[in-house]
T-cell receptor, first 108, second 114 residues
């Protein structure tokens, strides 16, 4: 089977750093993506890791360890607008398999 | 150019009726995907098109669901004899190539089956 596990909810305050973990078990793996979805909105792409290591894009960084079937999204200098759901997704040959999402709430 | 568009944005139907959901991908994007998202849940893969062909239909929940794509552009997802459990947001995404590339999502169609 295919499964991706993420925490269901994370809370933090403005200016803090938060890490959202994702562990996966899939029959095929080409890379790990992260998407952000605000309530009522469409998912938007944040990052993609095909190789082990850390990818940094502004305040967001994403990490992958293929040997551990594990990745995380790191959000720094949190802002209120970062309150949203975050999904990890495994690229499996020709499609994305999404996790169930982590709801991040940022408080002032 | 414009992003991915979907229509209608909302659809309310009665159990047993057929519905058609439309997706207009970004111009030039060869890959098109349909997903279903139930309230507070993740995205469930339904079907993938590369051009007009559908190499992967593995996510379609039952034979009541079908989809087509014409001219390598517009796609229609059809649900026949709708059931209450079909109620969800149906999202369409397109990308320039394979799933390695970023997927661009449309705003979705919220389907409610009474």
């Amino acid at each position: 089977g295919q499964s991706l596990e993420q925490p269901s909810e994370v809370t933090a305050v403005e200016g803090a750093i938060v890490q959202i973990n994702c562990t996966y078990q899939t029959s095929g793996f080409y890379g790990l993506s992260w998407y952000q979805q605000h309530d009522g909105g469409a998912p938007t792409f944040l990052s993609y890791n095909a190789l082990d290591g850390l990818e940094e894009t502004g305040r967001f960084s994403s990490f992958l360890s293929r040997s551990d079937s594990y990745g995380y999204l790191l959000l720094q200098e949190l802002q209120m607008k970062d309150s949203a759901s975050y999904f990890c997704a495994v690229t499996n040959t020709d499609k994305l398999i999404f996790g169930t999402g982590t709801r991040l709430q940022v408080f002032p | 150019g414009a992003g991915v568009s979907q229509s209608p944005s909302n659809k309310v139907t009665e159990k047993g009726k057929d519905v058609e959901l439309r997706c207009d991908p970004i111009s030039g994007h060869t890959a098109l995907y349909w997903y279903r998202q139930s309230l507070g849940q993740g995205l469930e893969f339904l079907i993938y098109f590369q051009g007009n062909s559908a190499p992967d239909k593995s996510g379609l929940p039952s034979d009541r669901f079908s989809a087509e794509r014409t001219g390598g552009s517009v796609s229609t997802l059809t649900i026949q004899r709708t059931q209450q459990e079909d109620s969800a947001v149906y999202l369409c995404a397109s990308s320039a190539g394979t799933a390695y590339n970023e997927q661009f999502f449309g705003p979705g169609t919220r389907l409610t089956v009474l």
